[in-house]
């Protein structure tokens, strides 16, 4: 298969930092990712810098923001940073009216300690709509641990509700050092980016201007590291930014990584929209014979589904948009499905929900990434990645044990019909989806969805 010899070509062109495989450790709880993140606190000496769409003003993130605070006190050498998206920082959830944003509960916190922590909001765009800060990642030291979960109750299994993820551990001083690197290349002491722990905090508006000159930085900058050749013994490290669809080095690594499976592609997301030029590479993968296994969330997995039960609010509707999608992707390849080459493993875990995302190509290669895999991860917020290549299959074993427990609370699709139709919804549901079609509206949500 010469193309895909040139996309594996392509991959190990790429720069990367080259890591122990005993370096890595696979997380798969949120309760044992939260028992990491306060055990990591605890033991920081140096510097603490974590970036997440959110840390929440709940139970969960307020645990969270007092174990950093106790660290600080006891140690105010101790560096740490957290770094947020300045739109959502700044509201309650959605569908919870009068809620205050988590810009008051940083500023409750600074004010009563007397060592205080910077907690900084990253305006990827001048409206929310239009893209959010959706990096992740959280150092501690030398040690990175990446998720795609961001910090409340229920990332952080805090009552008795779980927001499922994948959790990766990485111990590597040069790994740290260049996600740390870019955090603070691009954020610290920028004019388009201010510190949410004091008032007054500057509008979108009054940003409006340095906010256009921020996200042309955000473009442009990449990972800064020496790059490394792999050692028996070792994986490939990449870690990979992007922003917008043009010049999107992580969409581009994501791409190649798809359309160099020889034997099988297994992918996690929560929300079915695939990018067209995904949904391009998948189907040129199931005629080449690759076997895909999409693993998706139940639509009563989905962090906005409503209960029937319960009164509907328009974005009650998002899950049943996802829903629609899949039924009309499994229904075209549904010849794939009988023959074993296309598995669609909906994920359902009593009332829990399901966040996962990331790719597994063969035996031998790995992106891991808070990426969606949809329209506006791809084109709209500022997202990053780490693209492991393991060409010993060091990793396979904890992969397979990851994948495992992925699949653990997951039913194949057996055929298109499986899948519920607009016919099968809540009335209110079926008059959204009938409105949103009339109006020609989806094409609008499928771009910001």
């Not at 006190?73 to 560096?79: E, G, R, V």
């Not at 013994?233 to 791409?255: C, F, S």
Request: positive net charge; proline residues 5%.
């Amino acid at each position: 298969m010469p193309l895909v010899h040139n996309y594996r070509t392509l991959l190990q062109r790429l720069p990367a930092l080259a890591i122990n495989a005993e370096q890595m450790d696979i997380l798969h709880s949120a309760q044992g990712f939260k028992q990491r993140l306060l055990e990591l606190i605890a033991a920081a000496q140096q510097r603490i810098y974590l970036v997440a769409l959110y840390l929440q003003d709940d139970d969960a993130g307020r645990e969270i923001l007092t174990a950093l605070y106790e660290a600080k006190q006891a140690n105010p050498a101790l560096d740490i940073r957290l770094f947020v998206d300045f739109h959502r920082a700044q509201r309650g959830l959605i569908g919870h009216k009068g809620q205050g944003g988590n810009h008051k509960m940083y500023q409750e916190f600074a004010e009563r300690y007397a060592e205080s922590i910077e907690v900084y909001g990253v305006p990827v765009k001048s409206r929310e709509i239009l893209g959010v800060l959706h990096l992740k990642g959280f150092v501690f030291d030398d040690t990175l641990l990446y998720s795609g979960a961001s910090l409340n109750d229920i990332y952080l299994h805090q009552q008795d509700r779980y927001r499922f993820d994948r959790y990766h551990q990485f111990k590597d001083a040069k790994l740290a050092d260049a996600m740390v690197d870019y955090m603070v290349g691009l954020f610290i002491d920028n004019p388009a980016v201010p510190l949410l722990t004091a008032e007054p905090i500057p509008t979108a508006r009054q940003l409006r201007q340095v906010i256009r000159q921020f996200k042309q930085q955000l473009k442009r900058t990449r990972y800064q590291f020496a790059n490394e050749t792999r050692q028996p013994g070792q994986i490939a490290v990449t870690p990979l930014a992007g922003l917008g669809k043009l010049g999107n080095r992580l969409n581009r690594a994501i791409r190649t990584t798809v359309r160099s499976a020889q034997q099988r592609l297994f992918i996690c997301t929560p929300y079915f929209n695939l990018p067209k030029s995904l949904a391009k590479d998948i189907r040129g993968l199931l005629k080449r014979g690759v076997e895909v296994t999409l693993v998706i969330g139940d639509k009563t997995a989905n962090d906005f589904y409503i209960p029937p039960e319960q009164p509907f609010r328009t974005i009650g509707g998002l899950p049943y948009l996802y829903e629609t999608n899949l039924r009309r992707f499994a229904r075209a390849h549904q010849t794939s499905i009988y023959q074993g080459k296309l598995n669609i493993m909906l994920w359902r875990h009593e009332r829990n929900s399901y966040h996962l995302k990331g790719l597994f190509v063969d035996d031998d290669l790995a992106m891991i990434t808070g990426n969606n895999l949809n329209p506006r991860a791809w084109g709209l917020d500022l997202e990053n990645g780490l693209l492991l290549q393991d060409p010993e299959q060091l990793l396979q074993p904890d992969f397979a044990a990851e994948k495992a427990n992925i699949l653990q609370h997951c039913q194949r699709i057996e055929h298109f019909s499986e899948i519920e139709e607009v016919a099968d919804y809540p009335a209110p549901v079926q008059r959204l989806l009938k409105r949103v079609q009339r109006t020609r509206a989806n094409l609008l949500l499928k771009r910001l969805l």
